[in-house]
């Protein structure tokens, strides 16, 4: 299976965020081109599936058991509709993944055609806690779907998350997180 570094999207992107419409505070100063010591900060690549991406989102929920095959299936999808915008940081001392996030776009008819953000897997190692690593990845991919001219972005978290995400601005919802959950909900076929 040829796994390769081309990346889910255009990582200039990142680059081009505007870092001053942040409010939060990183001491020490870190960035999305300057991530801190030996780590790099990027689009999702196929190779991440053998850098112990899945490790890495274990420690979020069951990740299931994903081959290369299944894995750049999914992520070709991905890559195809242009909405998903998967963030990894590496160790390149180790060359692992030690953190990822997920930005969502989803389209919509109502807000005049508008664009809804959606926030998914923020999963930072626990050998990486302590490194601003979360705050980093969620600030990154706030700011990314305000470029994107999202009018909202939104994301579900546990009760002892909440904090964490009000620093970045996000405020809980008026609105209930109803769902509905199957139990043949594994592979499909894209
Ligand atoms: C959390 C995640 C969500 C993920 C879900 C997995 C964030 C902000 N939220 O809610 O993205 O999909 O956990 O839980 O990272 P599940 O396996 O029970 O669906």
């Known amino acids: 299976m040829l796994l390769d570094d081309i990346p889910l999207f255009e990582p200039s992107l990142l680059q081009e965020l505007d870092w001053s419409d942040s409010s939060v505070s990183f001491s020490p ?5 300057n991530p801190g010591q030996g780590l790099v900060l ?7 599936f053998n850098r112990g991406l899945f490790k890495v989102l274990s420690q979020l929920s069951e990740t299931g058991d994903v081959c290369a095959e299944e894995f750049t299936r999914k992520f070709e999808h991905m890559k195809k ?6 963030l990894v940081v590496e160790d390149t001392n180790l060359g692992q993944i030690v953190a990822t996030a997920t930005l969502i776009t989803e389209h919509k008819f109502i807000h005049s055609c508008a664009k809804r953000g959606r926030v998914e897997e923020v999963v930072v190692s626990d050998v990486c806690r302590g490194k601003q690593l979360g705050k980093l990845l969620v600030t990154t991919l706030t700011l990314l779907s305000k470029k994107l001219h999202c009018y909202k972005i939104t994301l579900e978290c546990g009760p002892n998350n909440v904090g964490f995400y009000q620093k970045f601005g996000y405020t809980p919802s008026k609105e ?3 769902q509905c959950r199957f139990s043949n909900g594994g592979p499909q076929p894209v």
């Open 29 to 33: 100063l870190i960035s999305p081109s």
């Open 42 to 48: 990027r689009p999702l690549c196929t190779a991440d």
């Open 81 to 86: 509709t242009g909405d998903y915008y998967v």
């Open 176 to 178: 209930t997180y109803m």
